[in-house]
């Protein structure tokens, strides 16, 4: 309290000349109590935050407490909690801050009338409405204040909802990468294991065997590139189309070489040949794009 005091420059004097108004302002105060709350009424906005007259009185009373503490000349940190639960109970009725800041309009130009009807001196009056007019810009900066922070914890409720799931949804996608390494290693290990018995049949069918063989080849160089292309992935870099053009290069590249050899029909031999010419153009054009990028 002592530092939001500073930033106003609201002094010991201050409290003396609010304090010399407390018997001046307490024969006002339920006419301020009346007027407040008539306006209320009037508007729709507002009546529907006073549904009966027990609320309104209750309401009353606690506006007249409120508006004599403005001039005891105690303004500690209980001071200070006392309005921020002010601010906090229009929060959570649901009243907009707009009404909070008319409401602060109307007290102040309720007090400077009083103050200019009672007091004749111009450099009396001025000193007066000037301490006034701080301890209420204090009032309305900490009402304004509490509001913000119960609407922040209404918005950060979310935001910590949002972020866990999001924070999730990425460690579960991370989970299903490393799943994913893991399948591709296994995979390349049945490869490796399949290549072995390819060379050893390659003693025994030599054109068969080399075609197997360079087939082979081809599928660990696949696992190699999804691999590669899988590790910088985890490593947060850019994943790359082209591989998933490199993988149907290599699958009809194999084709085509067992269709060649088994003597397969001519329109399926075109077949492949036609498809791997248009996977090539496609993966250059993937390429070039990637340069220019």
Known sequence: MNQIEQFYN?????????????????????????????????SEDTAKFLPNEESINKQKKTLAVWFMALFNGIYDNRYLQNIQQIGSEHVKIGMESHFINSSVYMVREFVNDIINKHFIDPEERYELSKSFGKILDINLDIMSSSYHQEELKKAFLSYRLEHSLIRLAERFSYGLNLFLVIALMGLSFGIMGIFTLDIWKLVTETQHGIINVLGTLLMLWVMIELMNTEIKH??????????????ALVAFIRDALVSSLEHGEILKQVFLVSTILVLGIVYWLISKADEKK
Request: positive net charge.
């Open 234 to 247: 985890l490593k947060k870099g850019k994943f790359s189309i082209t591989i998933f053009v490199e993988v």
């Open 10 to 42: 609201f002094s010991s004097q201050d409290s003396q000349n609010l304090q010399r108004l407390i018997p001046i302002m307490e024969q006002y105060k339920d006419q301020l109590t009346e007027v407040y709350y008539n306006s209320l009424l009037r």
